[in-house]
């Protein structure tokens, strides 16, 4: 799988929306561009995945570059119990993902 | 079940025992995962099958390490001779295969914390 760019943390206040960008310069044809977050002592979960268009649903958006070389999450208002680390994946088969460091993001009350 | 479950949820061995972790998938899931989590650090994939086959084992970090698939359902991941550095959180998650693979969405279980003394 190609690999993605995360910035290591990032910080934000509760109840503001948050940007959350992940560049992939490499990323193929037939890539999508998952999402996942791991709250504290937990297993990751799926927050969102796209192709091509931008996608919504009910936790967050994913809006993605014409190129696709980069793509961005958003949560559209942060609440305290979406500080979590947040992991960009590029998926083009059926095998594992591939886990980076993510992005560690922080809420501020 | 409505989720993966994972058991046991902590274990604690001394070293140079053997231990069993198992998951049970979503019904109906194709395909399985094993990750591995030290403290403080990433996800770090073991093996993955495709039914009840492990089409990459190369992941799993010795040959100490073993892991087995039946009925297309149940997982048990075996570490021989456990040593120290095997403690970690296991997670298990399991996910539809379709045509479309890349698509999938993996569903995570809440882990098996293993303590190595």
């Known amino acids: 799988d190609a690999k993605t760019t995360q910035p290591n943390s990032m910080e934000s206040n509760e109840e503001e929306p948050v940007h959350l960008p992940c560049n992939h310069s490499?990323?193929?044809?037939?890539?999508?561009i998952h999402w996942y977050r791991q709250l504290p002592s937990q297993g990751p979960e799926y927050v969102i995945h796209?192709?091509?268009s931008n996608v919504n649903n009910r936790m967050a958006s994913l809006a993605i570059a014409e190129d696709r070389k980069s793509s961005t999450l958003i949560l559209h208002r942060a609440t305290l119990r979406d500080a979590a680390v947040y992991y960009c994946?590029?998926?083009?088969?059926?095998?594992?993902?591939?886990f980076g460091k993510g992005t560690h993001l922080i809420i501020q009350p | 079940g409505a989720g993966v479950s994972q058991s046991p949820s902590n274990k604690v061995t001394e070293k140079g025992k053997d231990v069993e972790l198992r998951c049970d998938p979503i019904?109906?899931?194709?395909?399985l995962y094993w990750y591995r989590q030290r403290l403080g650090q990433g996800l770090e994939f073991l093996i993955y099958?495709?039914?009840?086959?492990?089409?990459?084992k190369s992941g799993l970090p010795s040959d100490r390490f073993s892991a087995e698939r039946t009925g297309e359902s149940v997982s048990t991941l075996t570490i021989q001779r456990t040593q120290q550095e095997d403690s970690a959180v296991y997670l298990c998650?399991?996910?539809?295969?379709?045509?479309?693979?890349?698509?999938?969405?993996?569903?995570f279980g809440a882990g098996s914390r293993l303590t190595v003394l």
């Open positions: 796209g192709l091509t």
């Open positions: 998650a399991s996910s539809q295969q379709g045509v479309l693979s890349g698509a999938n969405v993996l569903t």
């Open positions: 019904s109906g899931h194709t395909a």
């Open positions: 994946i590029l998926r083009g088969g059926a095998d594992g993902l591939t």
């Open positions: 099958f495709q039914g009840n086959s492990a089409p990459d």
């Open positions: 490499t990323i193929s044809g037939t890539d999508y």
